[in-house]
């Protein structure tokens, strides 16, 4: 029962460096979702996906982009790594968007 | 955005007692949802429970359960017995009902006591 899977756990990276999070869920899902946590904060949407092909964005899009090519993945891209950007990212993914969201075990993102 | 505070960094809870969470939120909007959220060492956030603002009842859940004071904007979670696997970060959450963004509070680390 796979749920929702995010690849890579960790990773650390230098500033100014290119990075893709990876999300995949097998639970034919339309809406996902990306989320930053912060120390002391609660998650903060990036952006949001209602399904493929589209994309809408969150609390804090600035720094990121988006790709959903299909149903099961969806991905996130920081173009030029900064050290702002550290932080631990989670996937997200419900039946549609009223639905409660399921979530993936989270990257941790590291930028030096 | 809308604000989800919780008010208390931390509880600790010895095993079998009771603890409880407070939660407040910030909204100007009849119909939404709240939830909680139990995020453990493992970082995987796992849904507790959820209360329907529309619903007077309050949502339980095995051993948890919600106080929810609509006209207070408070939604406080009860856990009972609690068990060394309920040691976690709990995080109250908010979402309007005509759209889909959650807002999180900062959360609540929940420390039990053998």
């Known amino acids: 029962n796979a749920g929702v899977t995010q690849t890579p756990k960790f990773q650390v990276l230098k500033t100014g460096q290119s990075m893709t999070l990876q999300c995949a869920q097998d639970?034919?899902?339309?809406?996902m979702y990306w989320y930053r946590q912060d120390p002391g904060m609660g998650l903060r949407l990036i952006y949001y996906?209602?399904?493929?092909?589209?994309?809408d964005k969150g609390e804090v899009p600035n720094g990121y982009n988006v790709s959903r090519l299909n149903k099961r993945e969806f991905s996130l891209r920081l173009e030029s790594a900064a050290p702002s950007q550290t932080s631990v990212y989670f996937c997200?993914?419900?039946?549609?968007?009223?639905?409660?969201?399921?979530f993936g075990d989270g990257t941790r993102l590291s930028i030096l | 955005a809308q604000t989800v505070t919780q008010s208390q960094p931390e509880m600790s809870v010895q095993e079998a007692e009771t603890v409880t969470l407070s939660c407040t939120y910030d909204?100007?909007?009849?119909?939404?949802?709240l939830f909680w959220y139990k995020q453990p060492p493992s970082r995987q956030m796992i849904l507790v429970i959820r209360q329907e603002a529309y619903k007077q009842q309050n949502a339980t859940e095995n051993r948890f359960s919600v106080n929810f004071q609509k006209a207070a904007k408070s939604f406080s979670l009860k856990i009972s017995d609690s068990q060394l696997g309920d040691a976690a970060m709990y995080f109250c959450?908010?979402?309007?009902?005509?759209?889909?963004?959650?807002?999180f509070g900062a959360g609540t680390t929940v420390t039990v006591r053998a």
């Open positions: 959450a908010y979402r309007s009902a005509n759209d889909y963004k959650l807002s």
């Open positions: 909204t100007s909007e009849s119909d939404y949802y």
């Open positions: 996906s209602a399904s493929e092909g589209t994309t």
């Open positions: 639970m034919n899902h339309n809406s």
């Open positions: 997200a993914s419900s039946e549609v968007w009223w639905q409660p969201q399921h």
